[in-house]
Nanobody, 128 residues
């Protein structure tokens, strides 16, 4: 089983930056490790659905973003360290949410249905 643990959340003022990290361990039932999985970040604000925000393929040469974060957030991964990061700059109050790391073995997880593994989330709060 693959385990994902997020870290790096916190309280920041609007315009500030945070860097979230996702540490992975374990293997899938077929023996894949983190370096062979696509990863993504989702977020869920109070009273809203969990939404996709960014993803990166297993090699790390393709990235995907929703419009509202493109240019402000950067997703990356280090397969040697089994970690994935989300650098968030120019944060806005509307970025306030619980942020989740996810991984998918079948396809780049740009939807919840494509995610096979989830972390427990880390809170990000942006004050105005």
């Amino acid at each position: 089983q693959v385990q994902l643990v997020e870290a790096g959340g916190g309280l920041v003022q609007a315009g500030g930056s945070l860097r979230l990290s996702c540490a992975a361990s374990g293997r899938t039932a077929s023996g894949r490790t983190f370096s062979m999985l696509h990863i993504a970040w989702f977020r869920q604000a109070p009273g809203k659905e969990r939404e996709f925000i960014a993803a990166i393929n297993w090699i790390g040469d393709r990235t995907y973003y929703i419009n509202s974060v493109e240019g402000r957030f950067t997703i990356s991964r280090d397969n040697a360290k089994n970690t994935g990061d989300l650098q968030m700059n120019s944060l806005k109050p509307e970025d306030t949410a619980i942020y989740y790391c996810a991984a998918g073995a079948r396809e780049v997880p740009t939807s919840r249905a494509a995610c096979d593994y989830w972390g427990q989330g880390t809170q990000v709060t942006v004050s105005s």
